[in-house]
């Protein structure tokens, strides 16, 4: 499978951003889906997921309200709607795909994923 992130950039405190990733060489259908960040000298932290429906979401606690995950299996892509941005947010994004079932526990462990994007740069300016 290759993940493919993009719409990161640079926005003001306040501001919102889209970021999409393009899924392509794996039934999309067949894969959970989600999204990490890392800042700067930090760990790789879960943002949120989604199942292959799409009808189940889970965000982090620090982005929930503001943070939207959505899918569109006809498009193989994730994307990640990020809203009411902090400068907290700024940090390297990246999508990533799991072929297997997950719990609450196994979906927030970056190691429990099959797959990795590249990573897009946000940076929210205060």
């Known amino acids: 499978v290759q993940l493919q992130a993009s719409g990161g950039g640079l926005v003001q405190a306040g501001g919102s951003l889209r970021l999409s990733c393009a899924a392509s060489g794996r039934t999309f259908s067949d894969l959970f889906m989600g999204w990490f960040r890392q800042a700067p000298g930090k760990e790789r932290e879960f943002v949120g997921g989604i199942i292959w429906s799409g009808s189940v979401t889970w965000t982090a606690d620090s982005v929930k309200a503001r943070f939207t995950i959505t899918r569109d299996n006809a498009k193989n892509t994730v994307y990640l709607q990020m809203n009411s941005l902090k400068p907290e947010d700024t940090a390297v994004y990246y999508c990533?795909?799991?072929?297997?079932?997950?719990?609450?526990?196994?979906?927030?462990?970056?190691?429990?994923?099959?797959?990795w994007g590249q990573g897009t740069q946000v940076t929210v300016s205060s």
């Open positions: 990533a795909a799991r072929d297997a079932g997950v719990d609450a526990e196994i979906m927030r462990r970056p190691v429990s994923y099959n797959y």
